[in-house]
């Protein structure tokens, strides 16, 4: 079935730990993007890469970091996991010149 | 930067009853997208509008993008049970932009 797949799909982590999501899309979409989902607070860009090779910093990027090695996978890496950082996680991707946006199913993290 | 309102922020009606949603902004959008979320899952693209005075309809729900391309309304008619979830709506700064810009969302909630 195409779409974007995310793993894990909920992680309880250790403050100070490193972590990484992975996310994969097999649409070809050139364009990736990860967001942090916050009760009252919407959706809010983390990171983009309008294509393989390239990264962006979104809203929030503090604290993360990315990698676009090719078109279908878009990792978002947590350095040191703060508790700060407890959120569900959505990576999404798009076509080339086109808004929309095709979201993943998410990651709960719940940083202690 | 630029921001979308959306409101109501929460609503709770009646199976049958009919419901308007707003999405406001100060800023020109290129084209807008509305998205419905269930919980645990991740946001689904109902539409896109482009075109200024733009109206679709997708079964009972009609969507309107306004004439100056600044703001867009989501109308549910009969609403049923099944339409309970978050709508979020969201805005694409130029032609060909791949970033959105997104509201915080109406929970609707739709009571049998």
């Known amino acids: 079935i195409a779409g974007i797949t995310q793993a894990p799909t909920s992680q309880i982590l250790a403050a100070g730990r490193r972590m990484t999501l992975r996310c994969t899309q097999d649409m070809r979409h050139n364009a990736m993007y990860w967001y942090r989902q916050d009760l009252g607070l919407g959706l809010r860009l983390i990171h983009y890469s309008n294509t393989a090779g390239t990264t962006g910093k979104g809203e929030v990027p503090d604290g993360y970091s990315v990698s676009r090695a090719n078109t279908d996978d878009f990792p978002l890496t947590l350095a040191s996991a703060v508790p700060s950082q407890t959120s569900v996680y959505f990576c999404?991707?798009?076509?080339?010149?086109?808004?929309?946006?095709?979201f993943g199913p998410g990651t709960r993290l719940t940083v202690l | 930067t630029q921001l979308l309102e959306q409101s109501p922020q929460f609503l709770s009606i009646q199976e049958g009853e009919n419901l308007t949603v707003y999405c406001n902004s100060s800023?020109?959008?290129?084209?807008l997208q509305w998205y419905r979320q269930e919980p645990g899952e991740g946001p689904v693209l109902l539409v896109t509008v482009v075109t200024g005075g733009e109206v679709k309809k997708l079964k009972r729900l009609t969507f309107q993008f306004g004439d100056a391309r600044k703001d867009s309304s989501l109308h549910i008619t009969a609403a049923q049970p099944g339409d309970t979830g978050l709508y979020l709506c969201a805005g694409a700064e130029g032609a060909g932009s791949y970033q959105l810009t997104f509201g915080k969302g109406t929970k609707l909630s739709v009571i049998p």
């Open positions: 999404a991707s798009s076509p080339q010149g086109r808004g929309e946006q095709f």
């Open positions: 800023s020109v959008f290129s084209s």
